[in-house]
């Protein structure tokens, strides 16, 4: 149970971490290559984190949509669902224009799957425990994510992605802090 929650506090803070050391993990070397060149540290640090951030709100979703036994975390679940597709869309429109692909991070990577999965194998009251307290530390993080962007990133589409993105985060936010408040 407690490992969702450790698990999404290490998934949120590795951005900011990364960040600030302009660490970067890749799959091969011209994809690297090809993205921090065109990227500085801050927005291919970002970007890479963004990228991977929407698809595991929608994986996470779409299991806490199916197994939560609270209908508010359901209809939350939902919304993570729903909202993060046209993120999705947006971030790949933004870096497509640019001719870049996203940046692999295969130790993000790692802690995702490990969430999906602890997430799958849980049930009943703990399930929605780790799922809302894992949205609490993961709104959280990616609040941080998309306000450092705003501030220190230096290309002006992905600034402009991150203004529009961060009220959504916030609302998210909101929600999951009243589900927390609720358990």
């Known amino acids: 149970m407690k490992n969702i929650v450790r698990l999404a506090s290490v998934f949120t803070l590795l951005p900011v971490a990364a960040g600030i050391a302009g660490a970067q993990t890749t799959n091969t070397a011209a994809e690297a290559a090809a993205a921090s060149s065109a990227l500085s540290p801050v927005d291919y640090n970002f970007v890479a984190q963004a990228n991977l951030g929407a698809p595991f709100q929608i994986d996470s979703g779409r299991i806490a949509e199916k197994k939560a036994t609270n209908a508010s975390i359901r209809d939350y679940a939902h919304l993570m669902v729903v909202s993060h597709a046209p993120v999705v869309e947006a971030l790949n429109t933004v870096l497509q224009q640019k001719h870049v692909a996203a940046p692999p ?48 990133g230096s290309d002006p589409d992905l600034k402009e992605f991150a203004r529009h993105t961060l009220p959504k985060i916030e609302d998210h936010l909101r929600r999951a802090l009243a589900l927390a408040k609720s358990e």
Not at 132 to 141: A, L, M, T, W
């Open 105 to 152: 991070n295969t130790l993000l990577n790692g802690a995702y799957d490990t969430m999906i999965a602890s997430l799958e194998a849980e049930q009943g009251a703990p399930l929605d425990q780790d799922y809302v307290r894992g949205q609490v530390d993961y709104q959280k993080g990616n609040a941080a994510l998309f306000r450092y962007e705003i501030q220190n």
